[in-house]
DNA sequence: ACGCTCACG
DNA sequence: GACGTACGTGAGCGTA
C-alpha cells in the first residue's frame, strides 16, 4: 500500500488534468485556495508540545516538532472533494504595523514571545518549504491581511477559499464560497457560523467587533458593551456608521451616552479590526498551486532537526528508507557532565586574539556561553571593566584579562602600569560584540543585570539572556539565598574560591585589577564555570517545578527594562538637601540642650540604652497602662516609638526624643547620605534593584535604598522635593490604588468589596459601615481609622493582639472587630484557612501568575508557626500586586518609546517617570493603560486596577 | 556582626 | 493554657 502525498493524489484524483494545471492553468472556477494561518499554528504547537530539544545541541525543536506534525496531519486530510489545488502558509512578520501607528497599544497586552521559541520561528518557515509548500509574509503586515488580500483574490476569480484558522478576526472574509476550518475541532464555519458566533453576518462582523473591542489585542471598542449587545445594536442600525450617526435615539442612558462620547475610539477600533483585501502582493495565486514534496528535501529536513517518530512516519508513507539520524552520546555525555571535577589549572588565560577567536567560534557552535565581568566596583556607574571570563561546557573555561595593574614586590601599593599579557580593552570588545548581540547566542549569567550594565556602558548591547539568579528564585524562592556561591554549594557540591581570599577585607581591601593575573583566572573562569553548571541542571528543572512561565515572563524580561532604569537614574538636587541638613542639624541641638535639661544630665541622645537607663531607671518613669518596661533580646529598654509615644502623656522628654529621632533619621539617612549617592559623571543618583531579593517577588532597592524616601510625615516629604526632573522635562508618577485590596477582592471572591471598587467608593468607609452599621453619610474619621487598620490586618494575617496594639485598644475588642468582620466577610476566613491549608500541604503557596512562594516553616511548632502562617497569608496578595507591576514594567518600555519617556524608579505601586514637559499628559494616559491592563490576558481580574497619576517638576509635586 | 529603630509599600 | 505576634523590605547607628 504505498503513501501517496495527500495533494498530489487528492489532485490526480479530483482533477484529471493535475499535470496541466501545474503548468500553465490559470486559478479560477474549480479551484479551491487554502490559507494556513502559520502564527496559530506555530503557537498551538509550542504550547500543546513539551520544551523539546534537538538531542545533539540542545536547540529548542518541541514548536517546530508540533507544527511538522500538524502540516502532515492536514495534508493527509486534504482529500476527496474539498482538496485543495492552492495552498500557502501565511506568517506574521515584524511586530510593527500600519495599526501601530494608527493606535500604540494595539496589542500591548500581548505577553512578550518566550525565548526558547524565538528560534524556532525561521524553523517553523524551513518546515513549510520543505513540505513544499509556498510560504508567504510581508514585512510590516499581519498575517490576517495577506490571507484578506488573497481570499479576496480567489473568490473575484471565481475560486473557492478554506481558510484555516480559529481566529475569529478571520471571520470578517467568510461567505460567496469563503469557509474556514478550525484546524483542531475540524469544524468547518460558514455563513451560518458566523452569525452564529457573532449574531450578525460576515460583512458586519467588524461592525460588531468594533464595538465589541478584543482584549486579547488590547482594541478599546465601547466600553460595557460585548458581543451580544452589539449584535443587537447592528441588527437594529443596520451598520455601525448609522448606529453611531443615530445614537441619540438608543433609550438605555449609559449606552447612549457611550456610543456618543466614544465614538472616535470606536471609529479607530473599526480601522483596527478591519483586515486589508487590498494589498500589493509580489506573487500570484497560480504561485500557490499545490506541489508534491521532494522526499530528500522534506526528509533531509526532519532528520536533521532529528524528529525521529515523524521521520520514520513519512518516510514509510512515502515508500523510502528513512535517513540515519545519529544518536548523540548524550546519555554518556550528560553523566560525563556531573561527574567533570572543578579543576582551576585547566582554565585558560586569553591573552591574544587568536587564542579569542578559537573561543569565539566555539561558542557560536555550541550558540551559548557562560559569561562573568570581572570590575573594581560593585556599582556599576563607578566600575571598569578588569576582565571577562567565558565558559561553554563545564570545566572548560577561560579568562580574558583587560585591566590588570602590574604588581610589584617591593611597591605595597602596587604600580599604575598595567600588567603584561593583556589584550586591549576595544579589540576584545570588538571582537566579543557580535556574539554577545547575537541572536542564536544565549548569553548565560548569574545576576546578569549587573554584567549587562557593565556591557551597556560600553556600547554593547547583550542579548539574547539566561540568568541562573533568576531561575533559581523562580523555583526556590522562599527556601533560600540565591547567591552564586551559595548556589554552587547547593546544586553543585562545590565550595568556589571566596572573593576575600583575593581583595582581603575592610581597609586593607584592594580592587580587582590588583588582583594577579594568575589568581584572577582561577577565581574569574571558576565563576563562569559554575555558572553553566548551574544553568545546566536548573533548565530542565525549571520545567519540572513548572515556573518556565513565570520565569520568562516575571523575571527575565526585567533584566534590561531594570539596567536601563538604574543607568537612567534620577536626578537630585544636592543644594536642596544640603540646606535641608544644616535646618536639621540646628533644630536637633536645640532638641538636644532641651533633651539634657529634661534629663537632669547629658548623655548620648542617638543610644536608646542611655535613654531606657535614664527614663526607666534614673526618672522612674512608668508605663501608663501600669507594665513592666519591656526588654529586648540584649536586657536594655525597648524605646520605640510606641513606647514614646505612651510615655509622651505623662512627661516632655519622650516627645522630644521622638521629634529629635525623626530629625536625626531625615538628616543621616537621607540629605546626608543621599549626598553622597550622587554620581560625580551624571548628578544622578542609581539605586540598584535586586530582583531576587524578597521573597514575595517584590522588588528591593539598594545603594541608595529609593524605595523609602520619607512621605508621610510633612517634614519627611519635603525630602522628595529634592528628587528633580531635568532641565525641560518633569516627574509623572502613576500609582495604582488600593492594589492589595484589589487583590484581595478577587482571591478571596468578597461581593460587596468588589462592588465597592466598581462603585468607586471610599473602601475604608465601606468597610466601616458594614461593620459597624453606621451609614456612609455618617462616617467619622475614627471609625474609618479602625476599619482600615482591619482592612490591612487581613492583608497581614490578622491577628487580636496586633490589632489591638496597632488601634491601642483592648485585645478582647480588637478581637471583636475580627469576628465581626469575619461574619460579614465570610469569604475572607475561607481564603485565609484555604491558603495555609495549601501551604501545609505543598509547602509553598501561589500567586495568580503562578509565583511559587515557599513556606519551609509552614509545619513548625510555637511562635514560627504564626509567622509562617501570616507570611503564607500575604504572600500571595503581596506576590500577586509585585507581579502586576512587574508586568506593567515589561511592557512599558516600548509603549512610551515614541513619546519619548524613560522609566526611573519603582516603588511597589508606583512608576516614576521623566518626560519633557509638554508630553506628560500623552505618557500618563500611554502609562496608565499599560498599568491597568498589565494583569490580561493571563489573569482576568474580577476587579479593574485603577491607577492615580501626578506630574510636576520635583517628586513631591509628582506624587 | 547584630540588634534597635525607623523610613517606605 | 501559654507561647509570641501584624506582611514585605534597607540603612544608619550604637553596642558588643
Redesign the pocket.
Known sequence: MGWHYAFGRASLQSNSVWGSLQMDTKFGKGCHLHLIDGSAFIFRAYHALPPLTRKSDGLPVGAVSGFCNMLQRYVEGNNGADAATHVAVIFDKGSHTFRNDLYDLYKANREAMPEDLRPQIPLTRKATEAFNIACKELEGFEADDIIATLSCMAREAGGRVTIVSSDKDLMQLVGDGVEMLDPMKNKRIDRDGVIEKFGVGPERVVDVQALAGDSVDNVPGAPGIGIKTAALLINEYGDLESLLDRAGEIKQPKRRETLIEKRAQIEMSKRLVQLDCDMDLDFTLEDLEVRDPEPDVLLGFLSEMEFRTITQRIAAKLGTEPPVIAEPAAEAAADEVEAVPFDADKYECVSDASALQVWIDRIVQAGYVAVDTETTSLDEMRADIVGISLCVEPGQACYIPIAHKASRGDDLFGSDDLAEGQMDRDEVLGMLRPLLEDPSVLKIGQNMKYDAKIFALLGVDVAPIDDTMLMSYAMHGGLHNHGMDGLSERYLSHKPIEIKSLLG?GKAAVTFDRVPVDDAVKYAAEDADITLRLWQAFKPKLHRVGVTTVYETLERPLVPVLARMEMAGIKVDRDTLSRMSNAFAQKMAGLEAEIHELAGRSF?V???????EIMFDEMGLTLPDGKKPS????G?????????EDLATIHDLPRR??DW??L???????T??LQ?HINPDTGRVHTSY?IA????G?L??????L???????EE??RIREAFVADDGKVLVSL??SQ?ELRILAHVAGIPALKQAFVDGVDIHAMTASEMFDVPLDEMTPEVRRQAK??N????????????A???RIP?DQAQGFIDRYFERFPGIRAYMDDTVAFAKEHGYVQTLFGRKIHTPEINSK??TA??AK??A???PI?GTAADVIRRAMTRMDTAIERIPARMLLQ????LLFEVDAEAADDLIEVARNVMEGAADPAVKLDVHLAVDGGQGATWAEA?
Request: proline fraction near 4%; aromatic fraction near 8%.
Open positions: 577585607t548620648n542617638g543610644s536608646p540604652k542611655q535613654l531606657g526588654t529586648g533580646k540584649t536594655a529598654y525597648s524605646t520605640g516609638a510606641d513606647v514614646l526624643i521622638l529621632r525623626q536625626s533619621k531625615l538628616k543621616s539617612t537621607y546626608d547620605a553622597e535586586s531579593g524578597a521573597n514575595t517584590r528591593a532597592s539598594t545603594d541608595p535604598n524605595q523609602n524616601i520619607p512621605v508621610r510625615s519627611g516629604r500609582d495604582y492594589i487598620a482591619i490591612f490586618g487581613v492583608i497581614y494575617g490578622i491577628s487580636g493582639f496586633g490589632l496594639r496597632n488601634l485585645r510555637g511562635p504564626g509567622f501570616r507570611a497569608i500575604n504572600a503581596q516603588v511597589h505601586d508606583e506624587h
